[in-house]
């Protein structure tokens, strides 16, 4: 009997540490089983505004269509529809959205040389500016720049109800 009072007491100790371990649920995950099945067709995925403060963000939704996002439709994500909502008529008919934000999908190799042009810009950019505050230095009061850049990559924005 002993052997089994420790054993319950054992799986209580279990139990206990498993509810003590919340995570606030990401609201933008998209469950693996959709990122891996897009994936392996050769697409990437991603989350579009489609309104700000209860108006249609044309803008927004102009440039990202015109970069090769498309809205993926309800049928292609059955396992997202009990937790995302499905426009019905209008622009958006049968894109899968939760609050402002449509999921879209993208050719990876796109979405890849895509994101290697901004990453490539914003470079540019830096090195501009630096260069231009070197250019400004002056010999008696010289300018040193040691500043370092990091990239990183892997959480997702959070966002509170």
Do not use: H
Not at 111 to 118: L, W
């Amino acid at each position: 009997m002993t052997t089994r009072n420790e054993s319950r007491s054992s799986n209580n100790r279990e139990m206990d540490q498993r509810r003590t371990t919340f995570e606030e649920p990401n609201w933008l995950e998209i469950p693996p089983s959709v990122r891996i099945r897009f994936d392996n067709e050769g697409m990437a995925l991603r989350w579009i505004r489609i309104s700000i403060r209860n108006q249609e963000d044309y803008q927004n939704v102009g440039k990202r269509t015109a970069e090769g996002w498309e809205f993926v439709q309800a049928e292609e994500v059955p396992e997202m529809l009990q937790s995302s909502d499905v426009r019905e008529g209008g622009r958006y008919e049968g894109a899968v959205c939760r609050g402002d934000l449509a999921l879209a999908k993208m050719p990876a190799e796109l979405a890849e040389s895509r994101q290697e042009f901004y990453e490539n810009r914003s470079r540019e950019m830096v090195d501009a500016v630096n260069a231009q505050l070197m250019n400004s230095s002056d010999s008696r009061m010289p300018i040193s720049n040691q500043s370092r850049t990091q990239i990183s990559r892997g959480k997702q924005p959070k966002f509170q109800d």
